[in-house]
C-alpha cells in the first residue's frame, strides 16, 4: 500500500492583509468561479470569466437561508459591506488538492460530503473544482462564511471555524474522506495529514518546487487542443440543468437541440416543449437586438428638399424641411426622448438595468418559483411565459431593493438625512406636477394643477383679445 501527503491548506479572508492590501471576499469567489462579478465595496467589476479550469462550482446553503443567498455576486457583497472592522475576518478559506486517484467522476461528491458539516452549522460554503486538463494538479476551492445565515440573514459569529484546532480538524477530515473515496475506486494509495516527524518517518521534507510555467503552459496547450478537437467531432450538444428542468421530455430524445422542423413521432407533451423552446430563442434574440447599441449612422438619415424661399414663409419652409427628414426611430432614440437626460447618466442607468437582469436571470430558482412555473405551465405555454416574466421582474425589483439599502447603509447620517429630504421633495414635486396634489391658486387658495392651468389659460387668452394686432397697419 502506498503513503503520500496531502496538500490543505487553511487561510482566512481579511480585509486587511499585509502582502496584499485591501482584500475583499467577492474577488475571492470569483477568482474560485471563474466568473466576472460586481464588487459594490470596491466599486469596480472583478473579472476571471477567461479561467478555462473551473469544472465545477455551487453555492451551499443552510437549511434555513434565504434565497438571496444562492446569489453569489449578492452573497459576498453583503459579507464585504456588512463588515465594520478595517481588520474584519470576512471569510474562510480552504485549498486542498484533490488525489488523482479518485476517478473525476466521484470528486464532486467528495467535495460535497467534505462541506456537509460545515454548511450544517450555518455557513454557507462557495465550492470549485479547478482542473487544467492535464490531469497534472485538480483541487478544490472552498470559500467558507464566519457568521451563521439565517432567514433573517447573518447573525453572530461561528466559534467552531474560529478556533486554532480547526485547521487539524479540517486537514483530518480531508486525509479521511480522500481515504474512503480512494478505497471504495480500488486504488491501493492512501494519504495522511500529519508530518513526516509526527509520523515517525526519518526521511526530510521535501521543497515545493512551484509550477514549471513552460511545462504548465505547454500541457495547457496540448489540452485545449484536445477539447477543441473533442467539440468539433461532437455532432450532439448537451442540454443545460436549466434545459433539461425546462424541457424534461424534449432533452431525453436522441438529438439536442431540436432540429427546426418538428419530428412526426412527437408525443404530445414533446410538441409542446418544442413550441416553448422555439418561442424561448426567439424572445432571447428579441432580447439581444434589444440591449444592442444602435449604430449611429443609421439613426438620423436626412435627405435634401429644396427650399423656395420666396414662395414659403419660414414657418412652411420649416414645415417642408421636416417633411424631408426620414427619422428611423429606434429603442435607443426613443428612450432617449422619453427621459430627456444627460449621456452619462442615461448610459449609467442602461448599465445598471443590464446588471439587474443578469443577476436575476443568475439566481438559482427556488422551490416557490418551481411550483409556480409547474402550475403555470399546466395552464399554457403562454401563461408560463408570462410567469417567467413575473419571476424575472420580481427578482430585479428585490434585488435593486437590497442594493438601495446597501447604499444607503455605506453614507453617512448625515448624507443618509439629506438624501432623504431631497428624495421626499422630489417626491412631492412629481406629485404635484401630475396633479396628484393642490397648489395655490391666482387668490391664495389651494386648487388642482389642471385648475390653475385652465385659469392661466384664460388669462392668456384674455390678454390676446384685449391687445392689438401688431401685423395690422393703423389706419
Not at 25 to 54: C, I, M, P
Not at 97 to 107: F, K, S
Not at 357 to 365: E, F, H, K, T
Not at 386 to 395: C, F, L, P, S, V
Amino acid at each position: 500500500m502506498q503513503d503520500g501527503n496531502i496538500h490543505c491548506h487553511v487561510a482566512n479572508v481579511s480585509r486587511k492583509s499585509p502582502k496584499h492590501g485591501e482584500r475583499f471576499a467577492l474577488a475571492t469567489a470569483a477568482y474560485n468561479s471563474g466568473q466576472r462579478l460586481w464588487s459594490a465595496a470596491a466599486d469596480r467589476h472583478v473579472d476571471f470569466d477567461n479561467r478555462e479550469d473551473v469544472v465545477f462550482s455551487a453555492i451551499l446553503l443552510p437549511e434555513d437561508a434565504p434565497d438571496w443567498a444562492a446569489d453569489r455576486t449578492q452573497l459576498w457583497n453583503t459579507v464585504d459591506t456588512t463588515a465594520r472592522r478595517k481588520d474584519a475576518r470576512l471569510a474562510k478559506t480552504i485549498e486542498a488538492a484533490i488525489t488523482r486517484d479518485v476517478p473525476p467522476e466521484q470528486r464532486e461528491a467528495l467535495l460535497r460530503d467534505y462541506v456537509a458539516p460545515y454548511v450544517a452549522l450555518g455557513c454557507v460554503a462557495d465550492v470549485a473544482i479547478h482542473e487544467d486538463g492535464t490531469g497534472h494538479n485538480p483541487h478544490v476551492h472552498i470559500l467558507l462564511t464566519t457568521r451563521v445565515l439565517t432567514h433573517a440573514g447573518f447573525g453572530k459569529k461561528l466559534a467552531a471555524i474560529e478556533q486554532r484546532r480547526f485547521v487539524k480538524q479540517a486537514r483530518e477530515r480531508w486525509a479521511e474522506l480522500t481515504n474512503r473515496y480512494l478505497k471504495q475506486a480500488g486504488s491501493t494509495l492512501r494519504v495522511d495529514h500529519r508530518s513526516y516527524k509526527a509520523r515517525g518517518i526519518a526521511a526530510e521534507p521535501t521543497v515545493h518546487r512551484g509550477p514549471n510555467r513552460l511545462e504548465r503552459q505547454q500541457k495547457r496547450e496540448h489540452a485545449r487542443r484536445t477539447r477543441a478537437q473533442q467539440q468539433k467531432e461532437q455532432t450532439m450538444a448537451k442540454p443545460t440543468a436549466h434545459e433539461r428542468r425546462d424541457y424534461p421530455h424534449l432533452t431525453a430524445r436522441a438529438t439536442w437541440p431540436p432540429e427546426p422542423a418538428a419530428s412526426p413521432d412527437f408525443t404530445p407533451q414533446e410538441r409542446d416543449e418544442y413550441q416553448r423552446y422555439w418561442d424561448d430563442q426567439e424572445l432571447k434574440l428579441i432580447e439581444r437586438d434589444y440591449y444592442m447599441e444602435p449604430e449611429e449612422d443609421h439613426l438620423i438619415n436626412t435627405v435634401e428638399v429644396p427650399v423656395t424661399t420666396a414662395e414659403l414663409s419660414w414657418y412652411d419652409q420649416a414645415l417642408e424641411s421636416a417633411k424631408g427628414v426620414d427619422r428611423v426611430v429606434t429603442r435607443q432614440s426613443a428612450f432617449e426622448a422619453e427621459l430627456q437626460i444627460e449621456d452619462e447618466a442615461r448610459q449609467r442607468i442602461l448599465a445598471e438595468t443590464r446588471d439587474l437582469y443578469d443577476r436575476a436571470l443568475a439566481m438559482n430558482r427556488s422551490a416557490a418559483e418551481h411550483r409556480y412555473l409547474t402550475e403555470a405551465a399546466q395552464i399554457s405555454p403562454a401563461v408560463r411565459k408570462q410567469a417567467e416574466d413575473e419571476i424575472i421582474r420580481n427578482r430585479m425589483a428585490r434585488i435593486q431593493a437590497q442594493d438601495r439599502e446597501q447604499g444607503l447603509r455605506a453614507l453617512s447620517r448625515q448624507e443618509q438625512e439629506h438624501f432623504r429630504e431631497l428624495r421626499a421633495r422630489n417626491f412631492v414635486e412629481e406629485r404635484i406636477e401630475r396633479g396628484e396634489l393642490p397648489v395655490p391658486g391666482p387668490d391664495g387658495r389651494p386648487i388642482s394643477r389642471q385648475e390653475l392651468d385652465r385659469a392661466q389659460q384664460r388669462m392668456l387668452d384674455e390678454q390676446l383679445r384685449e391687445a392689438p394686432d401688431r401685423d395690422e397697419p393703423e389706419r
